[in-house]
């Protein structure tokens, strides 16, 4: 797996669908850190290609609802609370392998051409057990 470009949203950089090209088109722009990207990679093999794809098919989709497989809780707390539009963070149990943080924002401007666009952040990835 090759790290991608970093583009727009420097630092972040956008993770692509594991599986190849989604045949409709996503809701969300996944990001994370160009730093984080040795932990995706670690995620990835821990986790194994299909449950690394329900968490893509989630962030991208459904970041704001419950997911189809897997569990989602809303993490609680000042430090958690989202700020300028983001969400609260919020935290994927990625199956049998660890926990993902993200938030999501709806309408974020922050890309190099400050037009706005739904995305995810990843903010942390655990991949050590439970």
Sequence with gaps: ????????????ITIASPGGKPVTKP??????SKSMWKQWENAVSQAGDQNVQQLWNHLA??????????SVTRLKGGHMKGKEGWSDVHHYEITGAGRIN???????????????HAV???????????
């Design 61 to 70: 989709y459904r970041p704001d609802q419950l997911p189809l497989l897997g």
């Design 102 to 116: 993200y938030q999501f924002h709806p309408d974020y401007a922050g890309g190099a051409q400050g037009d706005k």
């Design 120 to 130: 995810v952040k990843v903010t942390s990835i655990d991949m050590s057990s439970h």
């Design 27 to 32: 809701r969300f722009r996944v990001l994370m």
């Design 1 to 12: 797996m090759k790290r991608p470009p970093v583009g727009a949203y420097d630092p972040y």
